[in-house]
């Protein structure tokens, strides 16, 4: 049988726990998910890149040389640095790459009674040691939909991002955007190109809105 996996999210607005809606303001349906072979890959990754984020969230991870690095990255960052996995997901368990393009489109699509539906469709991570990523091919590829109340097809968007630690690098971070880490073991590119990937959707869908940033902190 074939593996899937799915997210379904509603987007409400929540005023002190009462879900309330409007005829303005209608919820926006989300439906994000992948399928088979590429439903499995992103799980294995998934798994490698939660270990790696523990690390980063650790005050003193055993490895020292990790420990320095993350000390370094958050004294150069300041402490209101939105830190994309760790202030999407205070849970690192509830981390994946499915979960935060959807999370990413719940936070930044304009709110609208129309569905949006994702399909990841192709995902490229070098096996093998971290230290030979140098130069290496990442990339995702996907499919982004937007339908109406009727689920008439509004608009599609098929697309690919590549390597997600390769621009906004040396562009002045103001705090508005999301930052992932281009260090060594503490490196997630799953959940980075996942979110160069919706962020990039984000801005097809809609070229009016004002999108977040994404950025790349070395240590």
Not at 105 to 111: M, Q, R, S
Not at 189 to 216: M, N, Q, S
């Amino acid at each position: 049988m074939m593996n899937k996996t799915m997210i379904v999210f509603a987007v409400f607005a929540i005023v002190h726990g009462i879900v309330t809606s409007h005829a303005e303001a209608q919820p926006t349906s989300i439906t994000v998910e992948a399928e088979g072979l590429v439903a499995e890959y992103l799980e294995r990754s998934n798994q490698l890149e939660r270990i790696r984020e523990k690390e980063f969230r650790q005050d003193n991870p055993q490895n020292a040389r990790i420990a320095a690095n993350v000390q370094n990255l958050r004294l150069r960052a300041g402490k209101n640095t939105r830190w994309l996995n760790e202030f999407l997901f205070e849970d690192v368990n509830e981390l994946g790459m499915l979960e935060i393009v959807e999370t990413l489109i719940e936070k930044h699509a304009p709110l609208t009674s129309n569905t949006i539906e994702v399909e990841l469709l192709h995902i490229s991570i070098p096996n093998g040691p971290i230290a030979d990523w140098n130069g290496a091919t990442f990339s995702l590829e996907g499919t982004i939909r937007e339908r109406n109340e009727s689920g008439d097809l509004i608009t599609e968007q098929k697309f690919r991002v590549y390597q997600p630690y390769q621009y906004e690098r040396n562009v002045p971070y103001t705090g508005k955007g999301y930052i992932v880490t281009n260090d060594g073991g503490i490196r997630t590119p799953g959940f980075a190109l996942a979110a160069k990937w919706a962020l990039k959707a984000l801005g097809r869908l809609y070229p009016d809105e004002d999108i977040p940033r994404l950025y790349a902190a070395i240590g």
